[in-house]
């Protein structure tokens, strides 16, 4: 699950940098693939209840026809409170607590791009996106979890 979550994290840091280009059309093209991500991602090995959770919530955001959408304004509203409760209750089933996930991904992009706040937001897309998918191949070991006093505390 740890894995899974870390490859969406990484899919939807894409989709922001996207956004900051303040190019509309990039920002569209990146929010369909994160969304159209979600419904295809790997979950192989990952236990029942969190595909179910997971794929429920894939499925509300990939409630759009891509040819009604002009901008990503125009993506339908879905009623996703219940899906995200659902599947924030079978992370901490799991003991993966979101906060410290987040703080674990972000780590990781920020080990990938310091020194690098000069690049455009494209270029670091890039950097992200083959991040994203080296991991996703395998040519990239995915991170150890870090043990709880490793952990930035008050995030």
Known sequence: MRKV???VHLK?????LAESTGDEAVHLAAEISFRRYLASVDMGGCP????CA???YAKLLNSFEEKDLNSVAD???VPLQAAGRELFRVL???RLEPEHLLEEMKALVDEEIEGKEELSAGQMMDIVRGMREALQSGSRPFPAERPP???VSGM
Do not use: M, N, S, V
Request: a neutral charge.
């Open 5 to 7: 979550l870390l490859l």
């Open 92 to 94: 901490l089933t799991y």
């Open 54 to 56: 997971f794929l429920r």
């Open 149 to 151: 006093e490793d952990r």
């Open 75 to 77: 993506f339908p509203a």
């Open 12 to 16: 939807q840091k894409e989709t922001w």
């Open 48 to 51: 029942g209840e969190f595909k």
